[in-house]
Every structure is written in C-alpha cells, then in structure tokens.
C-alpha cells in the first residue's frame, strides 16, 4: 500500500478559487475617553442613561486584504450632564480571497466585526475602571442579523426608488 501525499504548492494550485480567510493582526486604531465633569461626577448621586452606537468601515489595502475597523462609541448621561464618554475604534488586517462579492461582503460586515468586537469591549471596560467608574458589560452583538436587516432596508429603499 502506498500513501499519496501532496506539497503545499501542490495543494495551492489543486483548488485557486477556494474561500480562504485569515487574520493578519488585530490592533488599537483609535481610543478617546473624556469626563465632562471632571471631580463634579463623582460628587452627586445620579441615574446614568447609557447610549452606544456602532459603526463599521471597510478599506481595500490591496487585492485579497482588507481592514476593517469596528467603531464604538459609549456616551454615559444623567439628564443633560454627560457624566462620561468613550470611543474606541479597534481595527483589523484580514485576508479574503476566492469570495464571490456577496460572500466578501457578508464576511467583512460580519464575521470580522464579531472578531473585533470583544477586544472593543475589552478596552472600554479597562478605559472605565482606570477612570474609576463601575465596568460596563457591553452585551454581545449579533453583527449576522444587524446585516441582514441592512440588506433588507436597502433592498427596500432600492424598490421604492425603483418605483417613483
């Protein structure tokens, strides 16, 4: 019996337009953190309201890599009073090759988010305590169905304006 075993540049040229995904480094690209109200914060009893956004943004380095940064904002607020803010924008070298446009598409609007994301949260709960607050647990983030609804508004949009 004889075992057949193939070379890795073999094996490359076997199957060119088969979906490969890799992570090249995942990194800090921006951190902003601002307390309004300096000492006054800490002073007074108050009733935060917590308001987060999301935004994602997507750079075509050069063929087959792409970074992607994954931008959370944190605004704390007790009434009119912003008792804190922060800002985190955690970014990422990912590469994509042998993807049809929408499979690239939902990969770098979903599953690279979701790999950035707890590094985000990571860092806004260490920006938080070294700025003596309580920590915040940020709850986990269903990117595949924030994406699936944004296809479905566009789609929509796209028949209404196909409409009129």
Excluded at 71 to 82: A, C, L, S
Excluded at 140 to 156: C, G
């Amino acid at each position: 019996m004889t075992e057949e075993t193939t070379t890795a540049p073999e094996a490359a040229t076997e199957a060119p337009n088969e979906p490969k995904f890799t992570v090249q480094r995942i990194y800090l690209k921006d951190l902003s953190y601002e307390t309004p109200q300096g000492a006054e914060g800490f002073q007074k009893q108050w009733q935060p309201k917590v308001n987060q956004d999301l935004n994602t943004s997507t750079s075509k380095i050069e063929e087959g890599l792409f970074e992607v940064a994954l931008r959370v904002t944190i605004t704390v607020t007790d009434g009119d009073d912003t008792i804190y803010l922060v800002e985190v924008e955690q970014a990422g070298l990912f590469t994509a090759t042998g993807f049809s446009d929408q499979q690239l598409a939902q990969v770098l609007n979903t599953t690279c988010p979701s790999m950035l994301f707890p590094y985000a949260r990571e860092v806004i709960d260490n920006v938080l305590v070294k700025g003596c607050f309580p920590p915040l647990m940020i709850p986990p983030i269903n990117f595949d169905a924030l994406f699936a609804s944004a296809v479905q508004r566009a789609q929509a949009n796209a028949a209404k304006e196909s409409e009129t």
